[in-house]
């Protein structure tokens, strides 16, 4: 079994940063693209970032490209998001998950979530 933890949520100011982490742990993910999605509240789970386990690879939904950026350590199974330039509407627990396809359809593990909220 494979446990996907984040860190590195909290509460920033418009226009501020945050930088989330997702470490996996147990069964390795090194051959699975890795990615993030977030849930505010009130609307459904969306896609946020994506990347490649075996290229730098990467895709954003648009309303983040520019000022996210989403990147991996293989060697020590852990993803980041850099989330820059952050907007009120960014406001929403945010899941690591990993997917064995790089499609995002169905990843098969997921992280419990961690808060972002961003103040106006």
């Known amino acids: 079994q494979v446990q996907l933890a984040e860190s590195g949520g909290g509460l920033v100011q418009a226009g501020g940063s945050l930088r989330l982490s997702c470490a996996a742990s147990?069964?390795?993910?090194?051959?699975?693209?890795r990615g993030w999605f977030r849930q505010a509240p009130g609307k459904e789970r969306e896609f946020v970032a994506g990347?490649?386990?075996?290229?730098?690879?990467?895709i954003y939904v648009d309303s983040v490209k520019g000022r996210f950026t989403i990147s991996r350590d293989n060697a020590e199974n852990t993803v980041f998001l850099q989330m820059n330039s952050l907007k009120p509407e960014d406001t929403a627990v945010y899941f690591c998950?990993?997917?064995?396809?790089?499609?995002?359809?169905?990843?098969?593990?997921w992280g419990q979530g961690t808060q972002v909220t961003v103040s106006s």
């Open positions: 998950a990993a997917d064995p396809t790089g499609r995002w359809i169905s990843p098969d593990y």
């Open positions: 147990g069964r390795t993910v090194a051959r699975y693209a």
């Open positions: 990347i490649n386990w075996h290229t730098p690879t990467t």
